[in-house]
């Protein structure tokens, strides 16, 4: 019998599987909290679990993350790990330190398929869905990775670093819902991360059935890349938008807000100059959200090799933006972060587009590169 990854459970697949070993209940509970929530990779180092059971458990199950294929540190405090998931695959985590909060931006997918046209990682075409163990891996590894060492640290095992999550790194993440409902789960759960519902950002770009699920089993903030006033425009851009077009998307988020842990929707919405960002489009996307409670985040675009869109000028953002918050729509202009190692959105999967070369070029342990 394979080794089971104990990464790939939430609490009650561990539950569930502690039992198929003859164990109690409670050994879950145990095991979460050394796992997720003190970060402890070996069984040997668990304490206050029967010496018998760790001896199983060093038999039949193992602790593993994807391995970490490099290591960036960016000027501005950005950081950013490219996890080997196999197959020449790689994919991306982002974390990004701020005053008052500190968010990491976890892949999904290696590669998406939804294609959408500004996006390196649509470029690249879809190759698979990530385990839940490679998506909590990559919060797993980041925690143990950010936090001090052990003879450094407060006593007791509150001392995350990481305060936000967003499913913003590369894939839908609407496409693998199997695999990010347990990881979801474990953000959430008080002896793994316990982060409020507020503070785990999904974004999608409008899978509209598998909103409706996600209100029901884990709703947490929701944001939606919209990107487009009109279906003809949306169409080009988000190609989803042909199966599930605008007016859908938003009752699909007007459903979600009974339920969201948030009284508002989060649009964000890329401004590619000359194609989505005139003052007739944010006139018209006042229209279209009329009524819908919501944020816009105005994304600069990250130019990628892949596409000859280009970045909206400041004084168009700016004009954008205004016409969006004279219309009672509280919007924000996102900072560019981790621009020197790659790290901002849709560049991720800059570096590891070819993906034959990758291990040749990246080699094996890791390496830390960067400029900080
Ligand atoms: N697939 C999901 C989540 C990952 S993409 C989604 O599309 O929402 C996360 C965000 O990065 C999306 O809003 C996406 O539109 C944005 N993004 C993609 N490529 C970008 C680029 N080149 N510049 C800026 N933002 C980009
Ligand atoms: Fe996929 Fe999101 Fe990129 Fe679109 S923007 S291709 S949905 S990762």
Redesign the pocket.
Known sequence: MDAANLLDFDRDGLTAWVQSLGEKPFRARQLLRWIHKRGVGEFSAMTDVARSLRETLATRAVIASAPILRDGASADGTRKWLFDVGGGEAVETVYIPEADRATLCISTQAG?A?G?R????GAQGFSRNLTTAEIIGQLWTAERMLRPAPESRVPGDGDRIISNVV???????LQNYDAVLPALRLMLDDDAYGLSRRRVTL???GMVPMIDRLAQDCPVAL?V?L?APDDALRDELVPLNRKYPIAELLAACRRYLAHAPRDFITF?Y?LLAGVNDAEGQARALLRRVDGLPCKFNL??????AVSAFRRSEPERVRAFAEILQEGGIVTTVRRTRGDDIDA????LAGQVRDRTRLVARVGTPVLMEGTA
Request: aromatic share 6%; net charge negative; hydrophobic share 35%.
């Open positions: 998406c939804v959408c500004f996006c390196a990682t499913l913003m790194g590369m894939g839908e993440p974004s999608t770009s944001a890349s990107h964000e890329i994304i600069p675009f990250n130019p990628t901002a959105c849709g560049q």
